[in-house]
């Protein structure tokens, strides 16, 4: 089992009018693209993600309900990483680091 931790640094996401929302969510880190989200109606199953070998890199599919939460999670969090995993099937975490219990918003 192999994994990497990745900080994102910046984010873009786009609205695709073709499917009437969410298009793609880009995360960033120093070395570029970490991850690509792509998103999938809520009443159809998430695909297994898309591992690069040097787990560098993801294609990752969320519920396009989560979308606002991601987005919620990528301007009010710090840090936030991306976690790629290749233990089969393979996995990708999106998280926050560790934080005080009752910190509150600030």
């Known amino acids: 089992m192999a994994f990497k931790i990745h900080q994102i640094k ?3 996401y786009s609205f695709d009018a ?3 929302g969410s298009g793609k969510l880009q995360l ?3 070395n570029g693209l970490i991850a690509e989200v792509q998103f999938v109606e809520d009443g159809v199953s998430v695909p297994a993600p898309n591992l690069s070998a ?3 890199k993801a ?3 969320f519920k396009r309900s989560a979308h606002a939460a991601l987005i919620d999670m990528l301007r ?3 840090p ?3 976690t790629i995993n290749n233990q089969s099937p393979g996995f990708v975490f999106v998280h926050t680091g560790q ?3 009752g910190e509150g918003e600030s």
């Open 10 to 12: 910046k984010y873009n």
């Open 18 to 20: 073709r499917i009437g």
């Open 28 to 30: 960033w880190g120093d």
């Open 54 to 56: 040097d787990l560098n």
């Open 59 to 61: 294609t990752i599919y």
């Open 76 to 78: 009010n969090e710090n």
């Open 80 to 82: 936030v990483s991306v």
């Open 99 to 101: 934080e005080p219990v």
